[in-house]
Every structure is written in C-alpha cells, then in structure tokens.
C-alpha cells in the first residue's frame, strides 16, 4: 500500500543550529511532495513542495531535497528559532481516479532548545 | 493564515450520536477535502468534492458523509459515532481538481464519550 514515514519521531536541536527532518515514501510514481508545519491546536501550514522533477528547491530559511533513487526526502532548517517548534509532515500527492489527495507520514517533533 | 475556517472548534458529542462539522474554503476555491488526524498521527483522507460532487474517497465507512455548497463552504456528517471518532478533522481547499497544494483550516477537535 502507499504509506510516508519519518525516520525520526523528535528532533531536539540548540537555536541556531541547523535542523534536518527526514522523510521516505513508498510510492515510486509520485510526483509532488509537500512539507507541512503544524503547531500545537492548529491545523497543517504548507511550508515548501517539490516535484519529482527536482532535486532541490530552497525557499526562506528551509531547503527540500528529494533523491527519488531511495525515495527519501528531507527537509533542512537553517538558523532554527523557538518559533520553529512543531510536528513537521512530509506529504505525497496521490492520484485519484478524479482529484487527489494528499498521504502523511506520522510526523517528527522539532524541539529547538533556547 | 489560509482563508480556511472551520466551526466548532471543539465538540463533545457521545458514542451513537451525530454530528455536523463546517468548513469555509479559500474564495475562488471549489475543491475541498477533508481529513481525520488521530492523536500523535499524521492526518487520513476522508473525502475530497469537486463542484458539490464527491470525486476520491479514503478508507473510511458510509456513516461518514459530506457536502459542499456552491459558496464554498461544506460540511462533514458523521453518524453513529463510536469512539475511535474522537481526533481532530482538518479540511483542506484547493483551487482546481487535481491541483495538488491543499491549504488546511484549524481544525474540529471532537471528543466522543
């Protein structure tokens, strides 16, 4: 079956350093993917995506890698800050007969140490 | 912020009950799906409508329903509610079928006893 999954459930890092967030998917024939930040009472807040035609695509503070060869993907924060604190999901895009839906994987627990 | 809302934030409700649970989508965004997230889980897809039609379904059964309204708001039905329904149901706009970024509201926390 289709399924996203998380290396690691929490990740505690010291502010300011770099935070890496793994990812692996099952589905070989994906084409976009999707990191989502969700605070605590609140619902998921998009924060990058990919297409599998990339390898790499960076935006404000945070870069998404993809390797389709291992179907893994990451997501890299630099300079964490407090406000960074959350469960961050890697999402699949998955096809439907009509429409598409989006898999999670479990998430990972970022805890950014002052 | 999105532009998605949902109402109530918080439910209570016990087992054998029904429930309605509402989302308002992005203006201009006709597509909306709908999520459960299980405590310490990652969110499930429960159905996604396109023009008030229903087009994609996940694993869950019929007492779970849905409805969307030309004014972009729609609505989750759940019947006969048992408690393994107590979570936290998202639901999610995008602006066209088959457009991938879905934008989440804040969510239903719903508490079945």
């Known amino acids: 079956g289709e399924s996203v999954g998380l290396h690691l459930p929490t990740l505690s890092v010291q502010e300011g350093d770099n935070s890496i967030i793994n990812c692996a998917y099952s589905?070989?024939?994906?084409?976009?993917f999707i990191w989502y930040k969700q605070e605590s009472g609140k619902g998921p807040q998009f924060i990058i995506d990919?297409?599998?035609?990339?390898d790499k695509r960076q935006g404000q503070r945070v870069t998404v890698l993809l390797n389709k060869t291992v179907k893994h993907l990451s997501l890299q924060i630099a300079a964490t800050q407090p406000g960074d604190s959350a469960v961050y999901f890697c999402?699949?895009?998955?096809?439907?007969?009509?429409?598409?839906?989006?898999?999670f994987g479990a998430g990972t627990i970022l805890r950014v140490k002052s | 912020e999105t532009g998605v809302t949902q109402s109530p934030t918080h439910l209570i409700k016990t087992r054998g009950q029904q429930v309605t649970l509402r989302c308002s989508s992005q203006?201009?965004?006709?597509?909306v799906s709908w999520y459960q997230q299980a405590l310490g889980q990652g969110p499930q897809f429960i159905f996604q409508?396109?023009?008030?039609?229903?087009?994609g379904r996940g694993n869950f059964p019929p007492r779970f329903s849905g409805l969307q309204f030309p004014n972009y708001s729609s609505e989750l039905n759940v019947n006969a509610l048992e408690l393994d329904d107590s979570a936290l149901y998202l639901c999610?706009?995008?602006?066209?079928?088959?457009?991938?970024?879905?934008?989440f509201g804040p969510g239903t926390r719903l508490l079945v006893l």
């Open positions: 589905n070989s024939a994906s084409d976009y």
């Open positions: 999610a706009s995008s602006l066209e079928e088959g457009q991938e970024t879905q934008y």
């Open positions: 999402a699949e895009n998955s096809l439907m007969e009509y429409g598409n839906k989006l898999v």
């Open positions: 409508y396109y023009r008030e039609e229903e087009n």
């Open positions: 203006s201009g965004h006709n597509t």
């Open positions: 990919i297409r599998s035609n990339m």
